[in-house]
T-cell receptor
Framework: GDSVTQMEGPVTLSEEAFLTINCTYTATGYPSLFWYVQYPGEGLQLLLKATKADDKGSNKGFEATYRKETTSFHLEKGSVQVSDSAVYFCALRDSGSARQLTFGSGTQLTVLP | ETGVTQTPRHLVMGMTNKKSLKCEQHLGHNAMYWYKQSAKKPLELMFVYSLEERVENNSVPSRFSPECPNSSHLFLHLHTLQPEDSALYLC??????????????FGEGSWLTVV
């Protein structure tokens, strides 16, 4: 079945540091890949997505590239801000029979001023 | 502003109460979802509706009863819950159910506490 593995947190960075959150996946079909963000006390918001290999999703300074050869979709940002403190979820949605979103366990990010 | 609105945002109920969570989407989507988010557990899909027909029920106890009267509204009726049902319940929608590239949009969630 489908699965998503994220690096375990929590991750604590200083403001303006470089961020990488690793995400790898297994899927039976040709999945679309997503990063969602959850700010404290709120629901999930779509951060970015990629629907095919080599696509790069980007939003708010965050980027992730769909790497089929390494089955990865790592999230990066060159300079984090305190306001980026949140939980980040990697997810996939397969094109095959499993049409629901499969989520990783989430990575808590705290950015210190 | 979110295109998926959930009410109430917070709910405290006793184990013998009956209450309902409401979700409304303003995106013109055909598929709606209920997810459960518990502390230290991955998000769990509970139910999926496509064009007002339930298409998935992931082994959810019968004390949770979904209702989808039209493609814009989704309810989760709650009765005789247990304390372990305390969680954040997230409603979501997508353009349709069958295409994996469609983004699933989430509401802000309803925080449920069972006492």
């Amino acid at each position: 079945g489908d699965s998503v593995t994220q690096m375990e947190g929590p991750v604590t960075l200083s403001e303006e540091a470089f961020l990488t959150i690793n995400c790898t996946y297994t899927a039976t079909g040709y999945p679309s890949l997503f990063w969602y963000v959850q700010y404290p006390g709120e629901g999930l918001q779509l951060l970015l997505k990629a629907t095919k290999a080599d696509d790069k999703g980007s939003n708010k300074g965050f980027e992730a590239t769909y790497r089929k050869e390494t089955t990865s979709f790592h999230l990066e940002k060159g300079s984090v801000q305190v306001s980026d403190s949140a939980v980040y979820f990697c997810a996939l949605r397969d094109s095959g029979s499993a049409r629901q979103l499969t989520f990783g366990s989430g990575t808590q990010l705290t950015v210190l001023p | 502003e979110t295109g998926v609105t959930q009410t109430p945002r917070h709910l405290v109920m006793g184990m013998t109460n009956k209450k309902s969570l409401k979700c409304e989407q303003h995106l013109g989507h055909n598929a709606m979802y209920w997810y459960k988010q518990s502390a230290k557990k991955p998000l769990e899909l509970m139910f999926v509706y496509s064009l007002e027909e339930r298409v998935e029920n992931n082994s959810v106890p019968s004390r949770f009863s979904p209702e989808c009267p039209n493609s814009s509204h989704l309810f989760l009726h709650l009765h005789t819950l247990q304390p372990e049902d305390s969680a954040l319940y997230l409603c979501a929608s997508s353009q349709d159910y069958g295409y994996g590239g469609n983004t699933i949009y989430f509401g802000e969630g309803s925080w449920l506490t069972v006492v």
